[in-house]
């Protein structure tokens, strides 16, 4: 991976922040040192090219994802008077800054942190968060709604790992079936990382399943596909977004299937991830996520300062039209929609499905 980080990209965005619009600054909370530095350069990358973009002044702060980092990143970005805040990938970070900003009423923008309480304690805290991002129960939510609806007719079994994980996915999707009046075929707990496993699949043949979701690890799943193939058991098999990661020894199964967010490279605006590629910047992981959440900082701003309203109510509620698409918060600061797609495994990618 390849980052923006020479001098003269930093001195670019100091002439950047010199010269644009005083009144509109934006800070940039991401761990810039540690084991997690190579995301939060993603971060810093990407809010940068969209403060360059959109003439928008810029001050970065080093979190450490740490509480401390949080904290002293916040009281930095009170004293600098910024109007909004993007970033954070870390729990302990956020939850530490997010008092002292709620202080200065200054709204957050979180990329990264996908933690249910920090937006469902939001009534509680009176915190001005909003997640630019998926929460932790979106993607065992997604694959019970996605896969419910389109295994309707299908006789299709659940089965996990045994690992929190995988139970959870499982038992989510088998509590949507309920509702729904389906009855899986078959429901099981396997034993992950085994060299193959003829012994599930002969058992998941034999009563009768066609499509199999699996709460487990892709390589797992990659191997379940192999062995079907080898008993010509017509099983199709699915998981969630572990399935990103690219297996071992074994690929995919043709046909795979993965509840997954879009590799934001391959939906995002092509003038966009064209303009990182001219800087060598390679637009993954946070870095476009980033870019949107500076994109929905200014437009947010701009809103407020043109209907007089607070600009935590000028993020709620209203579209806002982004590099990765068209971004809404509900009431708790949360998207308004899940960003979970269904993908299929045509061979040498996983390609969306048309009805997501």
């Not at 690929?251 to 934001?264: N, R």
Request: aromatic share 6%; proline share 5%.
């Amino acid at each position: 991976m390849r980052l923006l980080t020479t001098t003269s990209a930093v001195l670019l965005w100091l002439s950047l922040a010199a010269s644009a619009d005083a009144e509109t600054l934006v800070g940039v909370a991401a761990p810039l040192s540690g084991p997690s530095a190579i995301l939060g350069k993603q971060v810093e990358a990407g809010a940068g090219m969209a403060a360059e973009a959109n003439g928008i002044a810029m001050k970065v702060v080093d979190d450490a994802c740490t509480a401390d980092g949080g904290a002293a990143a916040a009281k930095a970005f009170v004293d600098a008077k910024v109007n909004v805040v993007v970033g954070f990938l870390c729990m302990e970070a956020i939850e530490a800054a997010l008092p002292i900003l709620k202080d200065a009423n200054i709204p957050v923008i979180t990329v990264g942190v996908r933690t249910e309480s920090l937006t469902d304690r939001r009534a509680k805290t009176g915190w001005l968060v909003y997640r630019l991002g998926p929460r932790g129960d979106d993607e065992r939510n997604a694959v019970a709604a996605k896969l419910t609806q389109l295994w309707r007719d299908d006789l299709f079994a659940i089965i996990d790992d045994g690992t929190i994980y995988g139970r959870e996915m499982a038992e989510t999707f088998r509590a949507a079936a309920e509702q729904a009046a389906l009855k899986p075929v078959f429901v099981d707990t396997f034993r992950p990382q085994l060299d193959n496993q003829i012994g599930l699949v002969g058992r998941l043949k034999k009563a009768g399943a066609t499509k199999v979701f699996a709460g487990g690890d892709g390589d797992d799943i990659a191997i379940m596909g192999r062995d079907a193939a080898q008993l010509n058991a017509g099983i199709t098999f699915a998981g969630g977004e572990n399935l990103r990661t690219p297996p071992g020894n074994v690929p995919y199964a043709v046909g795979t299937l993965m509840i997954a967010t879009p590799e934001w490279a391959e939906v995002a605006d092509p003038k966009v991830v064209q303009a990182f590629g001219a800087k060598n910047i390679v637009p993954d992981g946070y870095t476009l996520p980033a870019y949107a959440a500076v994109e929905v900082a200014k437009a947010a701003l701009a809103g407020a300062e043109s209907s007089g309203q607070p600009l935590g109510e000028a993020l709620t509620g209203h579209d806002f039209a982004t590099a990765i698409g068209t971004i809404r918060f509900d009431d708790k600061g949360d998207l308004s929609q899940t960003p979970f797609r269904l993908f299929r495994f045509d061979g040498a990618h996983f390609v969306p499905l048309e009805d997501n």
